[in-house]
């Protein structure tokens, strides 16, 4: 027992190795290296292009490695479907199905892996608890606002209970007053639920507010990696300084 212990508490979550992704003969992510800690929270940070979606869908699977191995939970996945890799994804455009209510939303997924109706009800209330959604069960889409309608997005993740999320750009398409309370809203999940979160945004404030450790990128490669406090105060480098906005 005592090994399993050990093994668990020195696993990465998220390893990635040595990985390159190319579009035609560009390589948008070059023999780029990291280690997520299993209950981490890592926002991968960076101007727009620099390769945050392409790393973010390489690690779900959603687009191929050209070289390099992506491993979860010591388990190298690197051929394995979106759907066998344990993770959840949340996008920015929340494509809600806008004739079912918020329930049947928060179940489709489920409903389509046949999952038995007992389980699809634990599901969707304890993500509807989580995300204080129980009260907007029955309404559609069209008669919620903006957060509500993310945190609907962000609950269809919820109930699929795996180890690992997955975030891309989520608050991008938000105001700026609903984008510090989600902000609040997914440092709280995060606190209550302690999985792996992998979130990606080009906004520095929502970097330094949620992350663990910031993962900062430049042209498919990671700038630097640590806490935001150590990005802030002790960047790696002049365009970390810059992107950061760190003090002169
Ligand atoms: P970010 O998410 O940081 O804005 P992306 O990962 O979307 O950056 O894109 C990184 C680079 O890869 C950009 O130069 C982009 O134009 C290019 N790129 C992304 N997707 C494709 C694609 N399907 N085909 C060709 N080039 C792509
Ligand atoms: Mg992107």
Do not use: W
């Amino acid at each position: 027992m005592n090994n399993v212990v050990i093994a668990e508490s020195q696993a990465a979550s998220v390893e990635i190795r040595d990985l390159t992704v190319a579009f035609g003969s560009l390589n948008v992510i070059e023999k780029l290296n990291l280690r997520i800690d299993s209950g981490e929270f890592i926002v991968l940070l960076g101007p727009s292009g620099c390769g945050k979606s392409t790393l973010l869908n390489t690690i779900a699977g959603l687009q191929d490695a050209f070289r390099g191995d992506v491993i979860m939970n010591g388990c190298n996945v690197t051929g394995l479907e979106p759907k066998d890799r344990g993770i959840a994804m949340v996008f920015q455009s929340y494509a809600l199905y806008p004739t079912m209510t918020v329930e049947k939303n928060l179940s489709f997924g489920l409903r389509v892996a046949r999952m038995p109706k007992k389980e699809i009800t634990r599901r969707v209330s304890r993500a509807a608890e989580i995300l204080e959604l129980t009260p907007l069960l029955k309404r559609k889409p069209s008669a919620l606002s903006g957060g509500q309608r993310q945190r609907v997005a962000i609950g269809r993740a919820l109930v699929r209970e795996v180890d690992i999320f997955l975030f891309d750009e989520p608050l991008s398409n938000l105001d700026a007053q609903l984008r510090a309370e989600l902000r609040v809203e997914i440092k709280r999940l995060h606190q209550r639920l302690g999985n792996t979160m992998i979130y990606v945004t080009h906004d520095q404030v929502e970097a330094l507010t949620l992350a663990d450790r910031i993962a900062v990128m430049k042209g498919g490669a990671i700038q630097q990696l640590a806490h935001p406090e150590v990005i802030y105060n002790q960047p790696a480098n002049m365009f970390v300084a810059k992107f950061i906005g760190s003090p002169s």
